[in-house]
């Protein structure tokens, strides 16, 4: 809180003042939010034209449900290998921009274009130029690698090739905090470690990384509920949950649930279980970040 | 750090004999992961150019024939043009929309002493927890309720209050200089006044900065408007991309009509990024905390 005395004491001004803010909050956060819950005890029949009450029914077929266990499976791994896979990549690269001497800031914009890459454009693109019989790319790996890549038709393949776009799009968002995360270290640290002769790799593992623990932990935070909630127009671009359901992400199911299939209620136990989720790591950014601030 | 550094490389340059190996690995690794990072988009670029029969010649990476023509079919016949008028309308909406209210917001939080303050932060903060696939079944039917289906309303409202804004601009008042607030309100200067020729003008940096985060969120929307805008006309980019898909001739799809419309799709956040980098950066810092 601010050290000033608060120089406004309008009650109803303050009241105008929040007014649009709540009324959007409440209308179109919290109504349908709270509502989620409540359609979720819910089965809808007849194009639902007729709901009725039906208890806890959506998620016991959720929770028995082999098509939800796979897709949730599936969701977490790839929320796994996209978490590891931006994490690694972007520290790459972060450490030689904080390590380059000239061209510093041109380099940086280089590095962080793809925070503007929209998701579809980034599927659209890579949907063709790893396409399995006429992507460049696809040619290129597979003359240097002899192997074939179809996954059009192959799961696993599928679900690397979505993970890497992914991972692709979210390069940006990362380099950009762990840049500025570099920046805070005292230079004193970099200097007397340099003059004890530590090398480069022991210097990033030993010293950087532990530093950047409080930035590392918000990045996978966020890039955990990107991987979950924001990577719907890659499956719906590049596989449409296929092949073989190998890349039927809860994001893409629950769409399909709802609006393909009109289960509206259990589509609804489905966002809960995602609202869950969110929870989850919003609770656990908070605790670590008040005990990194606490041990600051 | 950046000047001493500078100096020092322009000394060891000076130095004869000295080569810096290790820059030269830091600036080629540099290189080689930027060139890694931007190559799909090149060949994109270069796709964007060619007609059907040269990109089903899977090697030919050149330019082709077609020149830009590829972006005037996709704008034209495909109706990227009115697609992008859609999304820009959308994105300005939300900008203004979200920055103006969470400006109000703020200022009441901040500057206004009332009950519950802490409780009414908290409010707004909470809905971070609320993402759009949380509530997407009872958002898609309010909307039809409200007969909103198909209007700029159902791809705006839902976004132009936000608790990132209210909370960016908060600590961005917070840390403006007591005595500047005390030295206004001694003056008689009412609210609104205080806010547009004090807290504006002192923010500009921050307005910025968030204007920029929420124009790149908004033009990334695509979910949403799927779900809630079945007419084609008004659609936004991000979906017409889907549409586009379908784009085919004698049974061949039309990748470089595709590559165009992505490139399309992909120019305005970019500009803004490349424009705007300097207060969209220093807005992310703030925003960790």
Known sequence: MPEFTKPYESRWQAFLLL?????????????????????????TILLGTRKTFV??????????????????AISVAFAAVVVVGTLVASLFVAYLLFQVDVGSSTYLIAAIWPYALPTAVAASVLLFLLHPSLGIITYVLESLTGTSLDWFTNGPQAFAIVAVVAIWKQLGYNIIFMVASLNNIPETLTESAKLDGVGHLKMLYRVYVPLMSPTLVFLVVMNTIYAFFQTFPLVDLMTSGGPNEATNLLIFKLYRDAFEFSNLGLASAESVVLFAIVAILMYVQLRLSESYTTYA | MATRSTSESTLARLLPGDID?????????LVVSIFLMGLPLLLALIMSTQNTTEVYQITNVGIGSQG??????????YNFGQYMINSVVMS????????????????ALVYYRFPYERAVFMFILLTLLLPVPVRIVPLFDLMARLGWGNTLMAITGPYIASATAVFLFRQHFMSIPASLVENAHLDG??????????LIPMSRGMIAGVSVITFIYAWNQYLWPLIIMSDQSKQVVQVGLRFLQAASQSG?????????????????PLAVLIVMHRPLLKTLAIQQK
């Open chain 1, 19 to 43: 007014l649009p803010t709540f009324a959007v909050l409440i209308a179109f956060l919290y109504y349908p939010g709270v509502e989620t819950f409540r359609l979720s005890l819910q089965q």
């Open chain 1, 55 to 72: 208890g806890l029914e959506n998620y016991a077929t959720l929770a028995t449900s082999s098509a939800y266990h796979w897709s949730f």
């Open chain 2, 21 to 29: 190996a290790e820059q030269a690995l830091v600036h080629g690794g």
């Open chain 2, 68 to 77: 830009l023509s590829n972006y005037e079919t996709v704008l034209g016949e």
């Open chain 2, 92 to 107: 300005v909406i939300i900008v203004v929309g979200k920055v103006t209210l969470s400006l109000f917001a703020a200022l």
């Open chain 2, 189 to 198: 200067v009412g609210p609104l006044k205080f806010l547009w020729e004090v």
């Open chain 2, 252 to 268: 061949l799809t039309r990748w470089g009509i595709i590559m165009a419309g992505a490139v399309i799709a992909l120019l305005p």
